[in-house]
Structure formats: C-alpha cells, structure tokens
C-alpha cells in the first residue's frame, strides 16, 4: 500500500488547497554540485521558469533543448497560522522523471517515476505565518531500471544526452499543476467505488480509508444537488433506486461525500464526482453497462508547441473539441498516465480511456517503431536490470490504479506498450506485472497491453495475460509502404486470419495504426508521407477490420502531431497525427469523421 494519499486536491470545511502554478526559479546542474553547495536551501543566479511545462522549448540554444541530468526549481509560500493544527503537504502532479522535494532546506521525499503525484508531507518543516521556501531537485536521466526505458550518452563535450527506447521526445521538469494542501491530522486517504446494476437500479458499494478511527459517513448526490443516498461506516453498500447511469457520450455524475465524525463535530470532508457504470468483457465484446462499444478514437499524447508536455486547460478543451467532432468515443493515454485533469474531463464528456503505465521502450531500441516486425530481439527481460526495472514497474501501476480507480472514463488498463513477449523471461516478468495489476482495481476492469509486430500469435508469450489485446501494426507503413499496400493488405490478412484460428473469443482493438504524413504534402496519384496515402492507408486497415467480428476498436495512431527526438525518419517529430500540431486537421481527419459517424 502506498503511505501517501494521491487524492486530487479540493477546498472546503476542513481542507484547504492552494494553487502554486505560475513563474517558479530554476536552475540546470549539469556538474551535480547543487547538493554540496547547498542549492536545497536557496538557489544561486536562477532563471525563471513557467510551472507546469516541459522546461526544453522555451530555449534557444540545444544545450538548454536537449539538457540531460540534474535540475532545480524553487518556489516560496507563505503558510498561514491558521494551519497550525492541520497537516501540510505539498503535491506535484508529477515531475520527470524522479525527484527530491525540500522545504526550508529539509528533504521531505524522494519520487521515482515521472508521470504520477510526487506527495511530500511538510508538516514538520514549514513555519506557520510566514513565507516558506520549497526546492525540488530533479533528473531526467533515462535507463533500463525504470519507465520509460532509454539509456545517456555522454558526448565529447561531457554534455549527457538522452537516448530514449521510444518514440516520444524526453521533455522533462515539473509539468503539471503543484498544490499547498492542509488537511485534518485525522483525514480521509482514499476512498473507492464499485456498482452493480439490478433493472433501473443500482448498487454503490463504497470503501473509505481513512487513518484514524472515528465514524465515517457516505452521502451521494445527483446533479439536482438532492442527496440520493447516505450511509455510515467505513464501507457499506446504498441502493440507488432509476439510477442515472454514466455512458459513453452521455455522461452523469453523481457527488460523493465522504465525511470524518467526532460526534455532532466534522473532523474531514472529501468530495468527488463519481459515474455508476460497469465495465465487462463478455466474449468478443467490450461491455459498458451490459451494452457492447466498439472504441473509436486515437493514441494520444500529451505535448504541444512550447510547453512541451506541460498540462494546458486550453490544449485539453481543443483536443476534446476536435474528439467529438470526428465521432471519437476513446483515447489511450499513451504511453504513460496523463494529467488528473484529463480523466476528470473525460468523466464530464463520457469518453472511454485505456489508461497506459509508462511500460515503453522495453525492447532497446531507440527505434522500436523501425525495428518492429524485423525480428529483432534484445533478449531484454535477460538483463540484470530486470529485478529493479520490475520494482519500478509495480510501483508505477499501483500508483497508476490508486491514483485512476474510480473514473468511471477508465474501462481498462494497459500495462505495457510494445516489450518484447517472445521470451519465457518476458512471460515471467508480465504474469507478475498482471497478478500484482488485477489485485489493486476494487472494479476488476480488463488489463491489457499494446504488442508491436514481432508478438505474432505464434510466438507470443503474454498475449495469454490480457482480456482484450491491444495491436499496434504498421502494414503500409513500415512494412511493404506505398506501392506495396496491396501486399502490406495480404500479409496484413494472414497475421489476422493466424489470429482467428486461434479462438480466443476475446475482443481486440487496434491500439496503433497510422502513416507520417505531412499536412502540406499532396500527390496524385499518391506518395507516402502525402494526405492521399494517409487516406488510401486508413482505407486499407479499415477494409481489414470490417473482416473480423473480434476487433471491437480502432485507436489511430496518433490524435496529432508530436514533438520526438531529432532523427532520420523524424521530419521535427513525428507526423502520424490526424490533426497537426496545432489541432488543425489533416484531410485524413474528414475520413474517419465520416466512417465513425457511420459506425454510431
Ligand atoms: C511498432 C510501432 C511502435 N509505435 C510506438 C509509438 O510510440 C510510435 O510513435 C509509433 C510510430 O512510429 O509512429 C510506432
């Protein structure tokens, strides 16, 4: 169990939260001399620096772009005195890809992992009514022991670079929201939520942890603000007679508070949206509330010009904007955990997510895409590293399941995204991955994960774990592209006809598919990398779906444009994306309007 509360932050009664995103100080260390000349305490000659954002684009110069090691922020925060008698904690949505958080000088935690809350409790260390001084020290260095996958090298300049096993630039820094919180020294630390539905109506079983020992009570209320519900202890069941339940495109959120009881005396209060629905896969179908989806929509990520991978309301509200309007019901939040606000958004437009671990680059490749489908095999999971890169790995999907768990956008996780499954080790390392997954999710929703190419039925050794199976494939891409589709087509055509012999009777979705394409580029008759071919590319994949009753989604690789490491095959990152960069679309985007709305 993890000895900290990922609960997102709120204000009221008895917690308070204060936003701290704004122009923090900043400092590269690229001689990892902070430490000993006390940069903990006070940062000398800092620059300053916009929290949350990726720190690489705002430079001009590549060593700032492309920095690789040590780095510090600084920020200070006056503490009133009202908070004396509360416990504080200071909560950073996530910051890449470890850290050290100090307050007034002190270490208050260690973070490994760059896509999920780092929560220090400072409670001990700020001074009530006066102004305190919080320093994080952070790395981006990339190795096989933790997530995401890469390696550094050190260049002739001494200057570390990032060798990244994936196909995503390795932005890095504090690059979503920070929060001051106070809450009671006895407080609610999580809480979850499971349905079931009988007719009109519905069962809301609920479970409250809470760190000391008085009375605990749940109250539920509909969107008419009227209570629903009410019950006390620390877990219960409450009926909801025509419930309204949350579906996809048509969401409904209920309100649940969660209150601490010393008597008549309120001692905490959390409250949170929460969705009644279930999620099942019943033979080759994918199930919300007892209806089966077929799940449209992309691989996403979170990036965009200037802040990088930095959390941005307006980017969210534009890239849901562009969702509905192509007729999306699903994302994948490739290929890591994304920002609380994502599923807190996707939750008010009913949109499914596949919520993704940063499992990525576990083949050594820097170009895994490339390497894909040649046979080439790193005998990764052979490794010595492998014992501490699994330690990372559960740690990132208990994390991940904690901290996601009662969304009711999230219907599946995924704990991977394209390692090598071919070897026995491979087998060993994901059965321990899916055993330790299935045990944290009180709603038992389906686990996955995304196989590249080299994952052919006949020598997969994982495929086995998931209850659906997530394919990324590139026939017509990267394998027989351009004037070859039409054999990319028939061997495209044996790997599914392979998988259909095999009657596993369980749904698959297409977790990657897609064509660089250049918005500016067009040719008759067409050429890769012009719109045409995008477009004769997604026709192709499609007809090939419409052939198989078990691939239940198509997830198209990528939602937009996205920055990566400079490259050969990377025209300033790359270009799959249905929408440029800047969420303007691409005429590919027109196509698969008109098919996902056909397909409602
Ligand atoms: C085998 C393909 C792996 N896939 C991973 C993803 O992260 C890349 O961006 C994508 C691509 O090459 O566009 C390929």
Known sequence: ?????????????????????????????????????????????????????????????????????????????????????????????????????????????????????????????????????????????????????????????????????????????????????????????????????????????????????????????????????????????????????????????????????????????????????????????IQINGKAVYLKGFGKHEDFEVIGRGFNWGVLKRDFECMKWIGANCFRTSHYPYAEEWYQFADEEGFLIIDEVPAVGMMRSTRNFADAGTGKFTRFFETPTVPNLLKAHLQAVEEMIVRDKNHPSVIAWSLFNEPETTSEQSKDYFTTVFNAARALDPQKRPMTGAFEKNSQPEICQCYQLCDFICLNRYYGWYIKGGPELVDAREAFLIEMNKWKDKNLNIPFVFTEFGTDTLAAEHKLPSIMWSQEYQNEYLDMNFEIFDQFDFIQGELVWNFADFQTTEGIMRVNGNKKGIFNRARQPKSAAFVLKKRWESLD
């Open 1 to 285: 169990m993890l000895n900290f509360s990922e609960l997102y932050p709120c204000s009221n009664q008895a917690r308070m939260a204060q936003l701290l995103d704004g122009m923090w100080k900043f400092r590269f260390d690229p001689e990892e001399k902070g430490l000993q000349e006390g940069w903990q305490h006070k940062l000398p000659d800092p620059i300053s620096m916009p929290v949350p954002a990726s720190f690489s684009d705002f430079f001009t110069t590549k060593e700032e772009r492309d920095y690789c090691g040590d780095f510090w922020y600084e920020t200070e925060v006056f503490v009133p005195r009202e908070w004396e008698k509360q416990e504080v904690e200071i909560r950073f949505g996530s910051i890449t890809h470890r850290a050290g958080v100090y307050c007034n000088g002190s270490l208050t935690t260690t973070h490994e992992g760059g896509f999920l809350p780092v929560i220090a409790r400072v409670t001990d260390h700020v001074k009530f009514g006066e102004v305190n001084t919080f320093i994080v020290k952070a790395n981006n260095e990339l190795n096989e022991e933790s997530l995401p996958c890469g390696a550094t090298a050190v260049l002739s300049d001494g200057r570390k670079l990032a060798r990244p096993y994936f196909d995503f630039f390795n932005y890095s820094g504090i690059q979503r929201s920070v929060w001051l919180v106070s809450k009671p020294i006895e407080s609610i630390e999580d809480y979850s939520v499971e349905y079931e539905l009988n007719g009109e109506d519905a069962v809301v079983h609920y479970e409250i942890r809470t760190n000391g020992n008085h009375e605990v009570s749940f109250e539920l209320f509909d969107e008419e603000k009227q209570q629903v519900a009410k019950c006390t202890g620390r877990q219960g069941s409450v009926i909801i007679p025509k419930a309204h339940l949350w579906n996809v495109g048509k969401a409904y959120l209920y309100q649940a508070v969660m209150r601490i009881w010393n008597g008549e005396t309120l001692i905490d209060e959390y409250s949170s949206k929460i969705g009644i629905r279930t999620v099942k896969i019943e033979g080759i179908e």
